[in-house]
């Protein structure tokens, strides 16, 4: 088992404890006990699949007893009215279960399809999409496991493992400069220093300071393309802040290196499964 595994562990323990308690009253009392059951997940609509292994845990955690049957794998394009999977063994442990894994797969499924639908959108240029710490707390590490199942790439997990320094770091240390030099003076000579800028002035000056990514934080489209030209491939860029649907396309053609979008996950519209017995 690794790290991923135990931290989804305890993600589907919490969420059985949340949802399922000392027990499920309803089917207690109305399905009798190991009588067995047959279901499937349906796809009610078209969608990029992530999350079915989750699922599949959901129901392991709950009832060993329980088999899974997959007809789609993570990443596969699914369309409407596909059965994704069967399900079989007790009814009241599928029962028990379904809300959670339902849970679980319609919001991982919708954030690989949003991830998907906008790596299409900027298909063909050198840039690539990804995430932010915009994600459901407590379902970090499957909200990034959707995004890379779409196609994005993951930004750093939390603010332990990356140095990113924003706005409110750059005025409290007393600019770009300063901020950049203590860094360097506590960070291994392994670890990169990401700067968030908002003008070509900054861009400037975290350039200087050798930073080796420089994130353009809510420029316009034609400042982008001038910030870019100014960075000339000395450092990496990272474009944020005011990306849509829209506008991705025409951020992507400035020539930026990445484009981080908190939207991949932050209010993310869950796909629409179903769980039905037959």
């Known amino acids: 088992m690794n790290l991923a595994d135990t931290a989804i562990r305890r993600i589907i323990e919490h969420s059985l404890e949340e949802d399922v308690g000392p027990g499920d009253v309803t089917t207690q009392v109305t399905i009798p006990e190991n009588h067995p059951a047959n279901a499937c997940f349906f796809a009610k609509e078209d969608f990029v699949l992530a999350g079915i292994e989750v699922a599949r845990m959901v129901f392991n955690q709950l009832d060993p007893r329980i088999n899974m049957e997959l007809k789609f794998c993570d990443g596969s394009q699914v369309a409407a009215g596909k059965i994704v999977a069967k399900v079989f063994g007790p009814a009241r442990s599928i029962l028990a279960g379904e809300r959670v894994a339902l ?3 319609q919001r991982m499924s919708g954030i690989a399809t ?3 639908g906008l790596v299409e959108m900027v298909r063909g240029l050198p840039v690539r999409l990804a995430d932010t710490r915009k994600t459901m707390p407590g379902l970090r590490v499957l909200d990034r496991y959707a995004v ?21 770091h750059i005025k409290a240390a007393g600019g770009i400069k300063i901020a950049v030099e203590m860094a360097r003076k506590n960070i291994s000579h392994t670890q990169k220093i990401e700067v968030e800028v908002e003008d070509l002035e900054q861009v400037a000056e975290a ?4 930073a080796e990514i420089i994130m353009f934080d809510n420029m316009s489209v034609e400042l982008m393309a001038r910030a870019v030209k100014i960075v000339n491939k000395k450092a990496l860029t990272e474009a944020s802040g005011g990306i849509t649907e829209k506008n991705i396309r025409e951020v992507a053609e400035t020539g930026v290196d990445v484009i981080s979008l908190g939207a991949l996950t932050h209010s993310v519209k869950a796909v629409d499964i179903s769980l039905k017995f037959f």
């Open 103 to 105: 849970n679980l797969l």
């Open 207 to 210: 350039l200087e300071t050798g």
């Open 148 to 168: 890379r199942v779409g196609g994005g790439i993951n930004h750093r997990f939390g603010l332990f493992d990356a140095v990113l320094i924003k706005d409110n």
């Open 114 to 116: 949003k991830t998907a």
